[in-house]
């Protein structure tokens, strides 16, 4: 979709200044009922896209985002826009100097920016919402919170807001609200996209490309990776292997990645629909592995929180929790004072763990396996944050199946994969060998061909050339 859009631009079918207006039209129409975008920046986008117009006209070259709208994760830079991290602690922020590296190099491709999306304070959930500004629905079941942390970028996507929308993974951010939203989300390896500044969770964090189909999550990817100064996980674009180097894949199954117990009823009667599918679209027969099997050493789930909240709670500070313990979220809170009372004998023990998890997971995999799993080991979240069965806010271990990868830096995508019967989407995860992150988005390729998803959430408009009027 973005790249026919792009041509459309180029080939003067349609302007950019047209694709922004319309951005900002659909944003004022349905914002207010989602809480996808939390800042506009409506004049500079208009301007730059009069001056991409303008370009073209002079027959110059545009980049291969030529003019198209871009919707910026609140955690992310951008030069001349504040940066909250959902958080009340920053509602007074300065407008950032720099942009980001992600912002930049899609901004470098002529894509316009046009606003920050929500998350949750200091994108540590796995839903959207926050004392700034509020809760993000999901547009599929209002009722229900879209995911998160990358929550608003995936809100605005499935509600056509725009054609992009940035992301980041802790430890499911990309492909968790991928999986609530109908999208496709990419985890890649650990150093494929180069992480500058230094992310809060050091090893952990990547961003990574989301969208409404698997060759826009492609060209995303090709766009933001490569090395910067700095990052000593960077890999040259070379790293990632080729499709053909890896052959038919040999197809895993588990419907958890640690054994937190059966599956909710709708999870597992979606996740077996989905792998039967699976099955018959690779021609290939899943072998069901027990998750008690998969990694024996510890906890993956819980280690990673220890990592998460020690490594966050360093960068914020002792003091800086403790003076704005009144405004932090109070979930949020938890985790910091959690962080903060871990010795340093448990986090370097949770950080060697990472190496045995690895060991697991590559003994596991090899160079030709795919694990099949659910993305989320729940139906959805309520926009603030209650899980089924649960009372109070606050995300769970045994709710997740994508932390692991993050942990272990293996790339993992999430497909859309059918609707729980509350509504929200239901999306298969596929977690692959390091660097496999083509083959990944090869059988991505073949599994939306044989299974094409919604581009939009009912009731909205996709933002493809149909979704315009521009066909």
Known sequence: MLRELAAMVRGGTVSSTAL?????ARIAASNAQLGAVVLMDEEKALRTAAQIDSRRQRGEQLGALAGLPLLVKDIEDVAGLRTTHGSLT??????????????????????????????????????????????????????????GSSGGSAAALAAGFAPLATATDGGGSIRIPAALCGLVGLKPTVGVVPRSPIPAWIDLSTDGPMGTSVDDVELLLDLISGPVPGDPNAVPRCALRAPETFGPPRLLAAPRTYDWGPLPADVQACFDTALERLEICLGQEAERVSPSSLFTSGNPDTDWFILCGVEQAHQL??????????ILDPVFLGHMRFGLEQTTERYIAARRARFVYTAELDALLGHDAILVTPTLGITGLTPDGVAESLTKPGTLPDALNTVIQNITGNPAISLPAGRHQNGVPFGLQLTGPRFSDRWLLEIARRWEQAHPWALSAPGYMPYTPEGLGLT
């Open 20 to 24: 922004v207006t319309e951005s900002i």
């Open 90 to 147: 920053r509602r007074e922020a300065a407008p950032a100097d720099q942009s980001g590296h992600v912002p930049a190099r899609l901004m470098a491709a002529d894509a316009v920016v046009i606003g920050k999306t929500n998350t949750p304070e200091y994108s540590f959930e796995a839903y959207t919402s926050n004392r700034l500004f509020g809760d993000t629905r999901n547009p599929w079941s209002p009722e229900w919170s879209p995911g």
């Open 317 to 326: 500070g002792r003091d800086f929790i403790e003076s704005n313990a009144d």
